[in-house]
């Protein structure tokens, strides 16, 4: 299935993959331009053999210092109809730059994309509602992101906001 589905997606996707560069995994990747991959997702899930109909996962990276450009979103699609074959998805996002998002195809995608854009910084197009989704509406910056710091401003933040809410709580309760 490995070779079969690599020919049709490097054939049938020619303009759409970058190149890849030497991971250590053993899952089928691909490196895919943030413009198409709508279309390669879209193109996977409906296709009538490979039918990658399940979103098991949406993360990021973020490679600050080691690679360009910064970070990087993670799909892991399934296939139920070929075993749960898993084929993983990478696109490479630039500082500021968004992804479209996937919310249209797969409506699972709404609340890990929510939380990539709330703990990266990485918003996505198209998104019916990106907005935070863990931390509070008015906290400043986004702390899963390296460069963020350790101590400072959030950490207070934090542990003020949070002492506040549980005095509140035993109050009430």
Known sequence: MKEKLTEFITTRFVDCLLPQRDINTNLLYFSIQ?????????????????AFSFLNDLTSIDWLGKREPRFEVIYLLRSPKLGHFRLQLRVPVGEGESVPSLSEIFPAANWPEREVFDLMGIPFSGHPRMERLIMPDNFVGHPLRKDYPLEGPGQDYLIEDLLTIHVKEDITG
């Open 34 to 50: 943030k413009e198409k991959l709508p279309e390669v997702v879209r193109t996977l899930k409906d296709h009538p053999e490979f």
